[in-house]
């Protein structure tokens, strides 16, 4: 019997975390202030990059991430910007006391 789209994707998805320069979505989180920071060194940076080619998710989290820090910029800018629907208040937080340290 074939295995579903959906099954065989989530099976190659488990796969390419088991190769050789893959992180996990964890390990990932763990990255993303020095990526955009710039900070992170080449090898890093190209695992880091090889990581948003291929999860969804953490391409989408990268997004929402960098639009919590310009809100947060904006706002101890002095500037009031809404947030926009989608991004979770508790990153939104986290972010801001992140900027306090």
Do not use: W
Not at 75 to 95: M, S, Y
């Amino acid at each position: 019997m074939m295995s579903s789209p959906k099954k065989l994707m989530r099976r190659m998805h488990g796969m390419m975390f088991k190769l050789p320069l893959m992180i996990t979505c964890n390990e990932f989180e763990s990255f993303i202030l020095a990526y955009l920071e710039d900070d992170l060194p080449a090898k890093q940076k190209f695992v880091f990059e090889m990581h948003l080619k291929i999860c969804r998710e953490c391409r989408e989290y990268l997004k929402a991430y960098r639009t919590s820090l310009s809100l947060a910029k904006s706002a101890l800018g002095g500037d009031h910007v809404e947030p926009p629907g989608g991004v979770p208040d508790d990153l939104i937080r986290a972010i801001l006391e992140g900027r306090k340290s």
